[in-house]
């Protein structure tokens, strides 16, 4: 007989190490929720790529249109509108991921009241499907580059990978933590928004770092300006690679994170109580 | 694994609730926030106070010292009133929420049953949710397809196979819904009242099926039901829970007698009734100067129900079953409420009562989607033996003698 497999149930300790194999058995449910996501998203499908597609595109328009025609605002000496493209397309997927797993558990929560399963798995599913999302966005920058003839560098296999993960965990780290928040506060999710709003001036979305001068140290602290400024530097060939930059943020998303999972460990334990 | 141990062994459980008076048990953050700079004294002193033990939060014990041992191949049913603990003690077992104290150990793959249906979304087809539900309720992809056809035929929605569930009607919903359920194999099975739902015809067919799964395939079940019926026809062995406890363990029929002649159903029953039309918030006696759910001998018998109703309802059928302790059925009432707006609606019914002094246990029906058997005890007593009630059985059956001289 195979052996059977034992469950033991105790009065739970937050960190255990388990836990992350317990991610790893349950990979296939992990599949489940984010096709389950992207099924009901692009249903009708030519709505759903549309929208991935629309809501950024409109966005360049207007900034194209106002800070960069009508303001001027440098565009590091590329064309405006792939300069903010870019930067948009890395803003959108960790907003609309930071969005999606601080709620995840509320709007979960009929399954999790009803079947057991490592609550994490809830929230990387949303982040998954956030990369979806980007991908579709992304064929209109590929349009962009050969509109303007602009070759992105070798060094993009590299570059690219490591700021998604950056972005990932950025914005999963945030997210958890904004999550075991939102389960005792139910409307920090209607603070979120504008505190989104907030934040997309100081990452260098619409304007390049270089404009704020002595004061882009500052901005620094903000890891996803790592992420949208070494973005460009590969794709579009704005700046030399800032490695250091790119360090720093591996190293304080990586710490964001674990707050995150620590956080959210600690309030899953009695989530299902509170609901 | 040696035979002797028990695959569910539950040593000293215990669960505590602490009441919190917010409503709804969260706060806003505004709300905290504000009251701290309106009030910063009055917050820093109740911190301290909470701190060094002055002042309590209000604890509840749901669950208190619950040890039981279940081998493997039984079927153990599980009741007791609402409120009870038998909901808290599954919650537990099936790691939904971890208890206080105490241990529990589980040798087997658990599936657990809380609800049919659990994460169904309304946009995809049937066959999608048949994925869907069946890996949030553990199963694999593989084994999913394996059996997809058998869920398909087993609910018996054949074409409306890749038709969104939203274009469902209730019944097909919940018969899907239960057909993922039911074919689900885990070692362990863990089920709670999820037969509250369907129509009479198909909760048999479900009852059959897990009997047969049982059978052949040495599952071992824990059962939870107010369906008593149920309970005697599926479990050999039955927990009884009073107030957090256990208040009984043994052979079935035992237990059951036992319930019924000391239950006290609470005064205001929730009967788990939801759909997206309506929600049945309580079920209440309306018994004057007596007890809850007791009723004097010839008195009527008066039960009120509170619905909340989501969408407008042009005819809306509502009924009531009286069975015996011995589960047979002694009569029922039903009704037609015609156009029943969205909002919170209080139906009365007033019962003749030719029922004898026994115990007996009350069912409700809804929209003939709903039926669920056995949502509360009730009594008729004859306490003082002043009306002296005449025959036996369960039914007082009027009669007239007369008497001639013939010859």
Known sequence: MAQPNVTIIKPKKIFRLADFKEIWDYRELLYFFSWRDLKVRYRQTMIGVIWAVVQPFVTMVIFSVFFGSLVKVPSDNVPYPIFVYTGLLFWQLFSDALGDVSNSLVTNQAIITKVYFPRLIICISSVVTKFVDFAIAAVILGGLMIYYGITPSAMSFVVIPIVFVITFMCASGLGLILAAINVKYRDVRYILPFFMQLLIFVTPVIYPASIAGKYSKILAINPMMAVVQNARAVLLGTTPINWALIFISLASSTLLLIVGVYMFKKVERYFADIV | MPTNTPIIEVKNISKRYTITHERGGYVALRDVIATTLRKPFAFAKTKARRMVG???????????????????????GVIGANGAGKSTLLKILSQITPPTEGEIILRGKVGSLLEVGTGFHPELTGRENIFLNGAIMG?????????????????????????PVKRYSSGMYVRLAFSVAAHMEPEILLVDEVLAVGDAEFQKKCLGKMEEVTRDQKRTIMFISHNLDAIKRLCPRTILFSKGKIDKIGPTDEIINHYLHTADTPSVVVPRATSKDFHITRLQSVHGNNRPWTFPYGEPI????????????PSFQIGFFIDSINSERVGSVHDDVRQLEKGTHIIKVQIQNIL????YELGVSVQQQYYMPGCAVFHVVDPHNQHNPVGTGLVEIASRFSHERVS
């Open chain 2, 302 to 313: 008066e039960v009120e129900v509170e619905l909340e109703v989501l969408v407008d309802q």
């Open chain 2, 54 to 76: 002055l002042e309590k939060k209000e604890e509840f014990w749901a669950l208190k010292n619950v040890s039981f041992e279940i081998n493997k191949g039984e079927i153990v």
């Open chain 2, 356 to 359: 004898l002094p026994n115990s």
């Open chain 2, 139 to 163: 199963m694999t992809g593989k084994e999913i397809a394996r059996k997809f056809d058998q869920i398909v035929e087993f609910a018996g929605i054949g074409k409306f196979i890749d038709t």
